[in-house]
Every structure is written in structure tokens, then in C-alpha cells.
């Protein structure tokens, strides 16, 4: 199987343009030098090197990144300090794809050429490489087979490096940073350093690092919290004389002039990655045997966890005990406990231990608790049950389902007898002891006579561990050279593990691997942790499994219901997400219900006169933040309060009114930052059935026959009229500048001690315009970027009279001039677009509704109904529930329908799925037909622009099918809508 590549995302091509817009007026420029020698040497090299070469001033750098910052919500750099910029991507939303695509994106912009790759560790540098390979075709197909090439430095094979820096084309270099962390500038010690700062006869002399160097690479850091984090490590990548450094993680520690932010709660609400479930599998207490657990021993003292009553409720607590004391006291007077005295306390080193009613514990040891095992044992159960449930559903649809078990001890596994033979683990004993009793459930027959699962048991299962020299498995701390052919059996793996021919279907892998697991068909994931074990953070642990599925043809599967994430936690749910929710709190400063003064700056509304959006910006952004806090609305700490909160949900936020055309945004932007993370309690999920009775009900069937029809379009707008409106819009475009040009003079001096030192002698800025540049080709340039014919763009330039603009600053003026013209496309293409029936057979069969699949979470994202095809209606927003309690109660609406997936209406800029149908009666008699679509926002101006396009187009497409069915919307307010309808 072949992975494919989606290159039309939205968020990825944000978080990829917000990069190319840095160097926003740089020309189209590479540096040559000769690498050459210092007086001693007493000979010339004239190999021709190429690098990267910046003719941007740092002002407008700083400029550039402000304009980003101000267009994507986030802090406002007051200066450069450095040029470093930082890209946040939650895991699992495909940011090796992001920065792979931005070195193409910088050579077709800038014709930068030269990058390294610097990574922490073994797994992300072999997953780096397999995606560099797995992404090769997509790449040639996007940016027309521009040549690249890339390598895995080895110390061995130097000869890269000279290529790297001599050759013309796109050269990627994947480093780690252990590689060149060592540099001793004792000659000395020379020897204790990386290969790379030695100097090498094969190199005549020179230092390999010397060679990067004068390329001026654009250095991108994978994970940089464990990558810089030490002096060392930030001297190590300073001495690869970068242009920039761009920084990509979803933990960042240091966040330098940070210009896209992609966090775990826009992830989860945009439905970018996997939903999370959380199915709590633990001992509960039963609080009917008395449970004693001994945490901890100090001298004379020693720490129990008891269940102890207090105020009626019985609770696990921690208390402090010594010799003598009485356990029926220390529980609140729990008559279970009557009797149990503290008999001894030893605290020696090593022996640590109490005595309790002539039970001796040890720390970690407790009396009354369910064995460690049986839990496990469960664990291991619910999580093949859940594997067999989501394989009933989601085998038929061409898609692998694979289950992950991290376990601390590869002997719980895999053992070895006297003989050194491999013997099976408590692990794989209880997993196929599990397996062969869930298979034999008729439930599950359909598996068991599937032709593409395999009978024999042991190729079900298997394990990713290290080995030692004699081929024995073996535990590992996840950074060894043991663990690279792992790593790289893992990666090797990864397409035919999703193929439903390979009958593996369930893994074992030791935790400190966990970085290198990184599937897209994980739909479970479960720790096997001893409770002496170390820390699994959660967001590591969910982070292996949050990309979407993908089916037999290698494509992401978009379908939400199908992309659930469950966990399988040793804890209570509440546990989980309050663990999770303050990882990512630390980790990456996102704190949940706080504002920030910047993150208004980014709103935006439409001017009804101009059609131009207009931007709140930075210093009406911290106005509004004082405003705010004026009102009460956040605290001192700039923590939302309840009057915000209640403000928000009585639609009653009071802004002056220089803040009320951006309302609808600014309310959108709070609510953003309330949200909570979503994820799903799994012990309250449901399956949703069909209701039969609605779905064959007269006035469900005749809604049916009103909506359900398929139609064409076709697109037709005006040549003459789009040159006319270029035209004009380019001529009210703003006078480009001259580019303007730092040049210094420095003293270069190179020798085998200190290597490559530069002196600056002196530095000027001056504008700067050459008649004899080679001007890039405007016209093929913006027939890329428009997909207009040369004849169309050609007669627009000559038009326009402004190509005096174009030689000042050739980059600017075709990007300037792209969006014009785009802009005009957009808004001629709203009327140039009509809508024809296709005819009578065309349509969506009502049957379709006994095909879905869908799973509700009480309380969560479900009501019940007796009004819809469904006994459940799933609501995906506050907006969404208060509409489908008010249809479900009020009298007035029939029958009404949550429209699936399926129901989707073909537009120019993709398909539209509108969100509600119903039926209302009008005083008992006249029966009124509506489609709705819902909104959380006011009006259509506050929707993305494509948003609101695609609605027009339904409207288009709803007339064309000729049902008097009516269209509306978006709505936000129940109320009003029902008001409205019922008094015509």
C-alpha cells in the first residue's frame, strides 16, 4: 500500500505560507563562494560552492513577522533577538508534511537550496527519512519534479557533506544532534569531539562543519525542547551558521517570534486528529474489606493509604501514622479498621517496611486491593473487545484496525527459559487466553470466517523490542544504537501493517519506544504499566495514535465517527483528562479559560461597502483585553470569571461600540479559549439506532422526496468583465518600494585552530534597483498562482500601467497582484455559477440511514429523540443542542433530521454538508419544508469566506431542485427562527 497526501489543507498550507511570508520582498537569490584556504595553506581550492543568501534588512524581517503574528492571533515580537521563528502543531496533524513542504515552498519563492533537519533522537530521524521518501511522488507531482536531495549524516561517509555544499539543487541534510554536540576547541582533546569539527584529510583538512557552514543553511529543528535545551547543544546548532532556525513541536519551551500556533484544542475542535475516548479500567474500591496501602516510611513515621470516612462519604486518603496508633481512628471511626494497630515501623535503608495485625508491608505493597494482575488481565480484555467491536464495523469499509500495548518489561512478553528457548510472557499468555475466549462469541463470527484473518493465534500479535548480540529481546531506554534497527522495522512496517492481507493485528512494544510508534490505524492504545513503573505522560501516550485512518487506497479517511482514539486508562476518567489537561498546560503554556491580550488581534469583519475584510489588530486588541477587565470579565490574573461566562451564554457580552462590528468574532474567540478539551467518557458510549417508525412515517417520506435529489453546476463568468475589475483594483493597488540592500565589508579569516571567524568593517543600507537582474517571469508566475490564461493576464499588466512597480520589487508586486486578481475570481464566481436537476433518478435513497454507524456519549453529545430517523440526535456544538431540544419538544415541528455525511451538495470549492431538515405545521394546516444550517455566529460575513460561498451555492442548489424546499440560514438562535417561522 501507498500512503497519499492531501495538499489542499487549510491549516497545513496557514502554517506553511506564515513561514514563506518572513522573507516576504526577497528576491529570488543563491550565494556562491569558493571554498579557499588561509595563508598557510599554501594552496587554492576552486571547488564552487552554493548557499543560501538573504538580501532582507532585520527591520524588515521584524516587519514581516509582526504582519504574521497580527494575521494568526498570536504574541507581537517587539524585536528579532535572533533569527529563530517558531511553528506550534499538535501530534498527529502532519508537521513533518508542514516543514517538508516549506523547503519546496522556499526554493520555488527564493530559490533557497540548502537545509538541515536537526533532530533528538533515533526514531524521529529514521521517521524523517522514511517520510522524506514516502512523500517523494506528491512533492514531484506538486513543485513539477524539482530535483532534491537528501541524506542521513554519517561520519563515515563525508563525502556527502562536500555535496551538500557544492551541489545546485535542493540538499536536505538529516542531523542528529549527538552528532556535532561535542566540539573541542583544544587540539588536544581533539579527538573526544564529533567527526564533524575534526579536521579530515579526505576534506583536505578541513573540518566538515566547515563546509555547512559557508552554505548558510536554513536549519529546522524537530522538537527543539529536546533539542537546545543545554548551552551546548544551542553552541552546537549556532556553529552550523544558519540563515534562520525554524523550530516545529507541539511542546515548545523557548518560543522565538512564534508565528503559527496550531494548539491541542484547536486540533481536537477542527477534527484534525483522532477523537479521544477514555474507557476507565481500574480496581473500584469496594470499601467493604479494609484496604491499607503502605506510600511511604520516614523515622518513626510512616504514610498509609486508608478509605476514610469523613462527613458520610467514604474516600482513598493518605494519612500519617506511628507506632501505636489505631486504625479505626485514623479512618473516621470505620468499623472495618476496629483492631488494627500499627505494630512496628522499621525504616532501615532497604528494609523499609510497617506491621499491621501481623501483616508485614512493604512500600507499594497493600492488603484488601484487587490483584495486579487481574486488572492488567482486564485491561488486556477490554482492549481486544473494543479491537473486535470496531472491526465488525470497520473491516467491510477497506480499513485495518491495529491495537497498541506499551508494556514496562519485554520478560512480561517475551521470556527465555534455562536453555535461553523464547518462552511466552504473563502478558501474551493472558492476551491469547483473552482473544481465543472473545472469538468464540457468535457475535464475532463474522471475523472468525473472514478470509483475511488468519486462525492461528500467535500471528494475531506481536512484539517491537530491542535485541542484545545473541539476538535475545531486551528492555532499552529507547536512544540506543539497538534500538535504531527497531525503529527502523517500525518505520519499514508501517504500510504493510495497514493492509488488511497482513494478519498482525495487535502489537507489544516497550514504552521507551514510544516515539518511534506513530500509525495512522491505532484505534486503541493500552499501557501495561507496573505501578513502580516510570511516568507515562498521557499526551505521549495518546500522541501514537491521533492521526486519522487511513483506508486500503492509502487515503485519510475523514468520516469523524470512524476516527476515534480510545485509551484505556488505569485511572478514572476525570483522573485522565485533569492529568492530561495540565500536561498540556505545562507543556505548552496554553492555559485553559485564560485571555491574552493579543489574540483579538487576528478578528476580522467584512466592510459591507468595500467587501474587504477589516482587521482588529494589535492595539485595539489590548483595548478590548483592558475593556474586558474593566467589566469584571477576567481577573487580575486575566482569568475568565462567571460574569463572562454568563454574558456569553445569555448572548449578553456589553462591548462600547467601536468593538461591535467584530462582536460575532470576538464572542467566537472567548468561546475558543472556555472550551475544555473534548474528550469522551467510553463507559458512556451507546450505539445509535435507526428508528424505524420515523423513518417510515408519511411526513418524514415527504420531507425525503423534497431534499433528496442530486444536481450539476456550471461555472461561467465574464473574461471582459474580470480584466476590467483586475484593472482597476491594480491601479488603486499602494506604490511598491525599492528593495533595499545591507552591504558589509568584512575580514574572512580561516584556519585549522579556530576555523571560519568574519569581522565586520563596515555596514550601509541603500535602495537598490539593477536593470541588469534577470526579472522573474511575471506572467507564468501569476498563471500558476490564478490558473488564468497568459492571453487574460497579459492584457491585465498592460492594462494596469503599473509595471514600473514590478521592477522596483518583482516578489511583491506578483504576490500583491495574485490576490487582487483572486479576489476579483472569487467574487465574480459567486453569481457565474448555476444549478441543474440532473433528473429524476438522482438521488439519495432513504435507505442510505440503515447503513450509518454511529455511537453516542450520554450526557456529552447526545440527546434521545422520537422525532428523528435516529433514537439519538449527535449535536456537535452548544449551538446544535439548543436547536435539536427545541425541535424535539415543540409541538409545531413534525419530524426533523440531523443530515449525515453522506448528504453532501457538490460547490466549486468543495462538497457542503448542510446541517438540519425539518417539517413544521402552521396552525394544524400548512405544512412548511426547511433546510438549516446552524452557526455559532451571527451572520454569514463572521464564516470563513468559503464557508459562506458554499452556502450561497446550496441556495443555488435548493432552487434548481424545484421542491418548495426552503433554505435557510445560518442561524444561532432557536428562538428567533421558530418566532419567525410560525408568524408569517
Not at 562543519?209 to 548558510?216: G, L, P, R
Request: aromatic share 10%; proline share 4%; hydrophobic share 35%.
Amino acid at each position: 500500500m501507498k500512503l497519499k497526501f492531501i495538499a489542499d489543507l487549510d491549516y497545513q498550507k496557514q502554517a506553511i505560507d506564515s513561514v514563506v511570508q518572513i522573507f516576504k520582498g526577497q528576491e529570488m537569490s543563491q550565494s556562491n563562494f569558493t571554498v579557499s584556504y588561509g595563508p598557510n595553506a599554501g594552496m587554492i581550492q576552486t571547488d564552487l560552492g552554493v548557499g543560501n543568501r538573504l538580501d532582507l534588512t532585520p527591520e524588515e524581517i521584524l516587519k514581516n513577522v509582526q504582519d504574521i503574528q497580527m494575521k494568526n492571533g498570536l504574541p507581537r515580537s517587539e524585536r528579532l533577538d535572533g533569527m529563530h521563528f517558531t511553528v506550534e502543531m499538535e501530534t498527529g496533524t502532519g508537521k513533518t508534511y508542514v516543514y517538508l513542504r516549506t523547503i519546496y515552498e522556499l526554493h520555488k519563492h527564493y530559490g533557497f537550496t540548502k537545509f538541515v533537519i536537526v533532530v533528538p533522537s533515533v526514531a524521529i530521524r529514521e521517521g524523517v527519512y522514511k517520510s522524506l521518501q514516502i512523500t517523494r511522488d506528491h512533492f514531484n507531482e506538486l513543485y513539477d519534479h524539482t530535483p532534491v536531495e537528501y541524506f542521513i549524516y554519517d561520519s563515515q561517509k563525508l563525502d556527502q557533506v562536500r555535496n551538500f555544499a557544492t551541489a545546485t539543487t535542493i540538499q536536505i541534510m538529516i542531523i542528529n544532534i549527538d552528532a556535532f554536540r561535542k566540539s573541542f576547541e583544544d587540539p588536544d582533546k581533539e579527538d573526544k569531539a564529533n567527526v564533524i569539527h575534526r579536521p579530515n584529510d579526505r576534506l583536505n583538512g578541513y573540518r566538515p562543519i566547515e563546509f555547512i557552514q559557508q552554505t548558510n543553511p536554513i536549519v529546522i529543528i524537530d522538537e527543539p525542547q529536546s533539542v537546545d535545551t543545554t548551552p551546548k547543544s544551542r553552541e552546537a546548532i549556532a556553529s552550523l551558521n544558519p540563515l534562520c532556525t525554524l523550530r516545529y513541536s507541539a511542546t515548545h519551551v523557548d518560543k522565538y517570534n512564534m508565528i503559527y500556533r496550531l494548539d491541542a484544542v484547536d486540533a481536537y475542535n477542527q477534527k484534525l486528529v483522532k477523537k479521544i475516548e477514555v474507557m476507565s479500567v481500574r480496581s473500584e474500591p469496594s470499601f467493604n474489606v479494609p484496604y491499607i496501602k503502605l506510600v511511604e516510611v520516614k523515622e518513626r513515621k510512616a504514610k498509609l493509604e486508608l478509605d476514610v470516612e469523613s462527613r458520610g462519604k467514604v474516600k482513598r486518603t493518605t494519612k500519617t501514622v506511628k507506632y501505636g496508633d489505631d486504625l479505626y481512628d485514623v479512618s473516621g471511626e470505620r468499623e472495618l479498621y476496629r483492631g488494627y494497630i500499627v505494630e512496628q515501623i522499621d525504616w532501615t535503608e532497604g528494609n523499609e517496611a510497617v506491621e499491621i495485625n501481623g501483616d508485614r508491608l512493604r512500600v507499594g505493597e497493600a492488603i484488601g486491593d484487587v490483584d495486579d494482575d487481574a486488572i492488567k488481565r482486564y485491561q488486556i480484555r477490554k482492549t481486544i473487545e473494543e479491537h473486535l467491536n470496531k472491526e465488525l464495523w470497520l473491516r467491510p469499509r477497506g480499513i485495518k484496525v491495529l491495537s497498541l500495548f506499551f508494556i514496562d518489561k519485554v520478560a512480561h512478553y517475551r521470556d527465555y527459559d534455562q536453555e535461553g528457548q523464547p518462552i511466552k510472557g504473563k502478558y501474551a499468555i493472558m492476551f491469547e487466553e483473552e482473544y481465543r475466549n472473545l472469538m468464540q462469541k457468535p457475535k464475532y463470527r463474522p471475523l472468525w470466517e473472514d478470509p483475511g484473518i488468519d486462525q492461528d493465534i500467535e500471528k494475531v500479535h506481536n512484539g517491537y523490542f530491542a535485541q542484545d548480540k545473541k539476538g535475545r529481546l531486551k528492555d532499552t531506554k529507547g536512544n540506543t544504537e539497538a534500538d535504531t534497527d527497531v525503529y527502523n522495522l517500525i518505520m519499514r512496517d508501517k504500510e504493510r501493517l495497514l493492509s488488511l492481507d497482513e494478519p498482525l493485528r495487535f502489537i507489544f512494544s516497550h514504552s521507551a519506544l514510544r516515539e518511534g510508534w506513530d500509525n495512522p490505524n491505532v484505534f486503541q492504545i493500552c499501557t501495561l504499566k507496573d505501578s513502580s513503573g516510570t511516568y507515562v505522560s498521557r499526551r505521549q501516550e495518546i500522541g501514537r495514535g491521533l492521526r486519522l485512518a487511513v483506508n486500503q487506497n492509502g487515503e485519510r479517511v475523514q468520516d469523524y465517527n470512524i476516527n476515534t482514539l480510545t485509551v484505556m486508562a488505569n485511572e478514572s476518567y476525570e483522573e485522565f483528562v485533569a492529568t492530561l489537561q495540565k500536561e498540556i498546560e505545562e507543556e505548552t503554556g496554553v492555559k485553559f479559560g485564560k485571555i491574552e491580550k493579543h489574540i483579538f488581534a487576528k478578528l476580522v469583519y467584512v466592510d459591507e461597502k468595500t467587501e474587504e475584510p477589516v482587521q482588529m489588530g494589535y492595539d485595539l486588541s489590548v483595548k478590548l483585553y483592558e475593556e474586558l477587565k474593566q467589566n469584571g470579565y477576567i481577573d487580575k490574573h486575566s482569568m475568565v470569571t462567571s460574569e463572562l461566562k454568563k454574558a456569553i451564554e445569555n448572548y449578553d457580552l456589553r462591548l462600547s461600540s467601536e468593538f461591535q462590528p467584530w462582536l460575532p468574532a470576538i464572542v467566537k474567540e472567548i468561546k475558543r479559549h472556555l472550551q475544555a478539551l473534548p474528550i469522551k467518557d467510553g463507559t458512556k458510549k451507546k450505539k445509535v439506532h435507526v428508528n424505524m417508525a420515523v423513518l417510515n412515517q408519511e411526513e418524514f417520506r415527504q420531507l425525503w422526496d423534497k431534499i433528496k435529489y442530486k444536481t450539476v453546476y456550471s461555472v461561467d463568468f465574464d473574461s471582459e468583465q474580470l480584466i476590467d475589475l483586475c484593472i482597476a483594483a491594480i491601479q488603486e493597488m499602494k506604490p511598491i518600494e525599492k528593495i533595499r540592500i545591507v552591504s558589509r565589508k568584512g575580514r574572512v579569516e580561516i584556519d585549522h585552530v579556530t576555523g571560519v571567524q568574519a569581522q565586520v568593517v563596515s555596514e550601509k543600507v541603500e535602495d537598490y534597483v539593477s536593470l541588469h537582474h534577470t526579472l522573474p517571469d511575471v506572467i507564468t508566475e501569476l498563471q500558476n498562482r490564478t490558473n488564468l490564461t497568459r492571453k487574460t493576464i497579459v492584457r491585465i499588466l498592460t492594462g494596469c500601467k503599473r509595471l514600473d512597480d514590478f521592477k522596483n520589487n518583482p516578489q511583491k508586486f506578483i504576490e500583491e497582484v495574485a490576490n487582487i486578481i483572486q479576489r476579483q475570481m472569487r467574487l465574480l464566481l459567486k453569481d457565474g455559477v448555476k444549478y441543474y436537476k440532473i433528473g429524476d433518478d438522482a438521488y439519495y435513497a432513504v435507505e442510505l440511514f440503515q447503513n450509518e454507524e454511529l455511537l453516542a456519549y450520554l450526557n456529552d453529545n447526545a440527546i434521545p429523540s422520537e422525532k428523528s430517523p435516529f433514537d439519538h440526535i449527535l449535536y456537535d456544538s452548544d449551538v446544535e443542542e439548543r436547536f435539536a431540544k427545541r425541535f424535539e419538544h415543540d409541538e409545531n415541528v413534525k419530524v426533523y433530521v440531523k443530515l449525515p455525511s453522506w448528504f453532501k451538495i457538490d460547490t466549486p470549492i468543495g462538497s457542503y454538508n448542510p446541517d438540519w431538515a425539518l417539517v413544521i405545521e402552521k396552525d394544524g394546516e400548512e405544512k412548511l419544508y426547511f433546510v438549516l444550517e446552524t452557526k455559532g455566529q451571527e451572520w454569514e460575513g463572521e464564516l470563513r469566506p468559503g464557508e459562506s460561498a458554499k452556502i450561497a451555492f446550496a441556495r443555488k442548489h435548493f432552487e434548481a431542485i424545484g421542491t418548495d424546499i426552503e433554505f435557510v440560514g445560518p442561524e444561532n438562535d432557536v428562538e428567533a427562527f421558530m418566532l419567525r417561522v410560525v408568524s408569517r
